[in-house]
């Protein structure tokens, strides 16, 4: 009659339950498509994740070229302008027009040269005072840029926090299914095929039955 032979196989699959995962931060939600995260519309962490997405190119454009254009610049430059003002005006009365004019010298070339020596210290200050508050603006946006990106990758971290606990919610909450399938192979002859057979066979017994060898 012959063998036959059996190959099943089988396939799993998962589906998962469509879960919402939130906190005070983020919130995320899974479904059989992925999962998807956002942060809580405004919160910090949304505020700066969009705030830094906006401005980062801003803020290190600024630390590459610094100048006196921003509006603390120019406040504190303002600021260090009046003071000098002020004490040169005090210093000039106090140590040059007075002194110079109880000697009836106010317009002599002493006075001149004094003028132009005050002149120089407040052109030399005021100079000194641009270069240091470069410097410090400098550092400022590069302490504002790492604090900024601390806090945005805090925010990422809270993130995939968020996706991670999401995943694992859903796939506790999914099914599992299983397919099987089976294939099956003949090897020799079919049951019609060897009924014939033995119908042939029996015809050829009985014509030599009682005939002795």
Do not use: C, H, W
């Amino acid at each position: 009659m012959g063998k036959q032979s059996q190959n099943s196989t089988s396939t799993t699959s998962k589906i998962y339950g469509n879960t919402t995962t939130n906190n005070p931060y983020a919130s995320a939600t899974t479904n059989n498509s992925g999962t998807t995260a956002n942060f809580q519309p405004g919160t910090a962490l949304d505020s700066i994740y969009n705030f830094v997405n906006k401005n980062m190119d801003s803020l290190l454009d600024e630390y590459l070229n610094p100048n006196l254009n921003s509006t603390t610049n120019q406040a504190k430059l303002n600021a260090y302008t009046n003071k000098l003002n002020s004490e040169t005006y005090k210093n000039l009365e106090n140590n040059i027009i007075n002194p110079l004019s109880n000697r009836n010298m106010v317009r002599s070339s002493q006075a001149t040269d004094l003028y132009k020596n005050l002149s120089d210290q407040n052109a030399s200050s005021l100079s000194s005072y641009i270069n240091d508050l470069l410097a410090d603006s400098q550092e400022n946006t590069a302490s504002m840029m790492n604090n900024l990106l601390a806090a945005y990758m805090q925010g990422y971290n809270v993130i995939s926090d968020m996706q991670n606990q999401s995943l694992q919610t859903s796939a506790g909450n999914g099914t599992t299914t299983t397919n099987s399938s089976s294939n099956s192979n003949g090897l020799g002859m079919s049951t019609d095929s060897a009924g014939k057979i033995v119908s042939i066979l029996e015809k050829v017994l009985s014509m030599y039955s009682g005939t002795s060898m």
